[in-house]
């Protein structure tokens, strides 16, 4: 019988195999260490197929003191930083640049006043 608990481990499995893969592929075939965005992918991918694949070891081989450990370092200290980084990254991007920019402009506005 399908039941919610049964139906949510199925789809961590579905997951942990989508991430695994796409984050292979993407070590394999991308030109990640090119750019900042790349570098940040490729953690990112990393980290999330890491915690998924974590979580699927435990459901089918059990728990013990040193796997604990490797868990506790990947949810707390992996995940917090990715994301972190990624916010980081959406604030650089998308506010500190348009921030940069309009600096700029006005910069430009005002010498062309002054030489005017």
């Known amino acids: 019988m ?9 789809g961590v499995y579905v997951s942990a195999i ?3 893969g796409g984050f292979l592929g993407f070590a394999l075939t991308a030109r990640f260490w090119s750019s900042r965005g790349g570098w940040h992918v490729f953690w990112y991918m990393a980290v999330i197929a890491a915690v ?3 979580i699927v070891l435990r ?13 506790t370092g990947v949810f707390a ?3 917090p930083f ?21 600096m700029a402009y006005r910069e430009r506005a005002q010498k062309e006043e002054e030489m005017r």
């Open 2 to 10: 399908l039941t919610p608990q049964l139906l949510g481990t199925i």
């Open 59 to 71: 459901y089918l081989f059990g728990d013990s003191t040193w796997f604990a450990w490797l868990r």
């Open 52 to 54: 998924l694949d974590l």
């Open 82 to 102: 990715v994301l972190g980084w990624r916010t980081w990254i959406i604030f650089d991007l998308q506010l500190l640049e348009r921030w940069r920019r309009r």
């Open 18 to 20: 989508i991430a695994t």
């Open 77 to 79: 200290f992996g995940m």
